[in-house]
């Protein structure tokens, strides 16, 4: 997955191959890097995670855990980086 992003009117516009979400950063509160196992039991995702001052979650981001295949390790890096 290859994340775009700018800043448009203090909104943070993200585009991916699949969509794209627009978000206020003046709405975030906390944010998580978490590290998830597979559904199938072989193996880790890392799945950013934002939320707002009343808890509601604003985005979540996670990379694909499909047939048994690496974790993208492009996309760990990208979130670990974020503090």
Request: aromatic fraction near 10%.
């Amino acid at each position: 997955m290859f994340i775009t992003s700018n800043l448009q009117e203090n909104c943070m516009h993200l585009s991916w191959k699949e969509g794209q979400a627009v978000l206020d950063p003046s709405q975030f509160e906390f944010a998580f890097v978490n590290r998830l196992p597979c559904d199938d039991g072989c193996g880790w995702i890392s799945s950013l995670e934002i939320f707002g001052v009343e808890g509601e979650l604003l985005l979540q981001v996670q990379g694909a855990c499909e047939d048994q295949q690496a974790e993208n390790l492009r996309l760990r890096e990208l979130f670990s980086s974020l503090s």
